[in-house]
């Protein structure tokens, strides 16, 4: 009996990338499986007709840099690498970077982040393994060290946080590109009493 060698390279799978159409400023996933998967993942929105999967600009620049997805614009018919996306989506969103490299940060630490509800928040994130399962623990927004924030702000986000029963986590990005969070919390500050002896 002869012997049966295998060479590791004989089950190196290449991953097909999924398909997706740049058209009118946003990223669509066209193909309903392939859509599913990466909603199942935590990515992008479902459209009404729940056929098509809108990525926000963010989830579509990582999952580019990724590999995961070939995008397409659907006018031209070129493909858009990554520099193609953000040339294009920073046109709508000045602040684009600051949020992609918060989003990858998070994604890389193994946490799912979904678009934040308004109030100048960033994201919604959620605990790891808690997609699909349990509500977001936390309100999380980006900003670069340096930059000058109003306090009123800061206090407005925490209120909304609060009153969602979520906890803020400032994302401070420093100028080397690495992020350190800071989690937010009201508090009270009194003049000591005088002791009257």
């Avoid at 012997?3 to 089950?11: G, P, V």
């Avoid at 190196?12 to 066209?30: D, F, H, N, Q």
């Amino acid at each position: 009996m002869g012997k049966f060698m295998l060479n590791s390279a004989d089950f190196c799978l290449k991953m097909e990338k999924i398909s997706a159409v740049y058209s009118e400023g946003r990223v669509v996933v066209p193909a309903q499986n392939e859509a599913n998967s990466l909603y199942q993942d935590g990515y992008g929105s479902l459209l009404s007709d729940s056929r098509l999967l809108t990525l926000r600009p963010f989830e579509a620049l990582y999952l580019t840099e990724r590999e995961k997805i070939s995008v397409v614009d659907e006018k031209s018919r070129e493909r858009l690498d990554f520099q193609g996306l953000i040339w294009r989506f920073s046109n709508g969103d000045p602040n684009i970077w600051t949020r992609y490299v918060v989003y990858r940060d998070l994604r890389a630490r193994g946490f799912v982040a979904r678009e934040g509800p308004g109030h100048g928040v960033d994201f919604l994130v959620y605990e790891r393994g808690s997609y699909g399962k349990r509500i977001p623990r936390y309100l999380v927004y980006a900003i670069w060290e340096g930059a000058q924030e109003p306090l009123k702000h800061l206090g407005d986000m925490l209120t909304a946080a609060e009153d969602a029963g979520r906890i803020l986590r400032l994302a401070v990005i420093d100028r080397r590109g690495e992020i350190v969070y800071y989690t937010l919390s009201e508090m009270n500050l009194q003049e000591p009493e005088e002791n009257s002896s």
